[in-house]
């Protein structure tokens, strides 16, 4: 059983930057690909950035590439999400979820091959 917990979430204005963080607890990180996901107000959870279990491959939406950075820090089995450049469009409850895989070089996109997930942070951002 993997507990995740989300932190660092809050109200920013557009422009403004956030770090979100993750602690992962149960299990070695590296036994598990990592990623987070959004959730906007009537609308579904949706994909953000994740990595592979192995570390090394790294994806993005199209809309948060080059604003977003997702980092992760084995040692304190936590991941980050640096977010830069903020608007309002990026206002969203935030989930870090993780997933097992045999390839240690996939990235899993799909809510669906998210085995756990933590709480959510909120995100706001005014205009």
């Known amino acids: 059983q993997v507990q995740l917990v989300e932190s660092g979430g809050g109200l920013v204005q557009a422009g403004d930057s956030l770090r979100l963080s993750c602690v992962a607890s149960g299990h070695s990180l590296s036994d598990y690909g990592m990623g987070w996901f959004r959730q906007a107000p009537g609308k579904e959870r949706e994909f953000v950035s994740a990595f592979s279990r192995s570390g090394t491959r790294i994806n993005y939406a199209d809309s948060v590439q080059g604003r977003f950075t997702i980092s992760r820090d084995n040692a304190m089995s936590t991941i980050h999400l640096q977010m830069n450049n903020l608007g309002p469009e990026d206002t969203a409850v935030y989930y870090c979820?993780?997933?097992?895989?045999?390839?240690?070089?996939?990235?899993?996109?799909?809510?669906?091959?998210?085995?756990?997930w933590g709480q959510g942070t909120q995100v706001t951002v005014s205009s």
């Open positions: 979820a993780a997933f097992s895989s045999r390839n240690w070089f996939h990235v899993a996109s799909e809510r669906s091959e998210y085995e756990y």
